[in-house]
């Protein structure tokens, strides 16, 4: 599938709950409840659909407290539309926000799926190890 991007939007907001539920389904990213993700998109600091034809086919966020620590989250892009320098685009997007908006010191951090880690090198983005690792858990209610 060859793809015009001068077709793709990019738009400096949030998808809907629902689109954001399925690009992160079809990005094979986690699942996520309906709750968690209308409580979780509540608290985007800046963030990117792109769409094409009014369809969302792409998204990142950023999240966090705006200044010491902010995380760049969600980066997904639909499967037939992969390969098309779309993740690149979002990043560009969120990265020439974090640099006009953030302060210099802010600590810009993200969790990478291999391959996509070599997109982020590309922003400068390093591997933390060994200094430090990425840790995570999911909330479990007893």
């Known amino acids: ?5 001068s077709l ?7 998808p809907s709950v ?3 539920l399925k690009l992160r389904r079809e990005g094979g990213l986690s699942a996520f409840s309906i ?11 800046f ?9 969302a086919i792409g998204m990142g966020r950023i ?15 639909a499967p037939r539309f992969r390969s098309k320098g779309l993740g690149k685009l979002v990043m560009t997007s969120l990265m020439n926000w974090a ?4 302060p ?3 600590f810009l951090s993200l969790l990478a799926d291999v391959p996509a880690n070599k997109l982020y090198e590309k922003f400068g983005f390093t591997e933390t190890a060994p200094a430090s690792l990425g840790m995570s858990c999911r909330i479990a209610k007893s």
């Open 1 to 5: 599938m060859t793809v015009n991007t």
């Open 8 to 14: 793709i939007d990019v738009i400096e907001k949030p």
């Open 18 to 20: 629902e689109e954001y």
């Open 35 to 45: 709750e968690a993700a209308e409580i979780g998109l509540k608290g985007t600091l």
């Open 47 to 55: 963030a990117v659909t792109l769409r094409c034809e009014h369809e």
């Open 63 to 77: 999240v966090g407290d705006g200044g010491c620590f902010v995380q760049i989250v969600d980066i997904a892009v």
């Open 99 to 102: 640099k006009k908006e953030l």
């Open 104 to 106: 210099e010191t802010t």
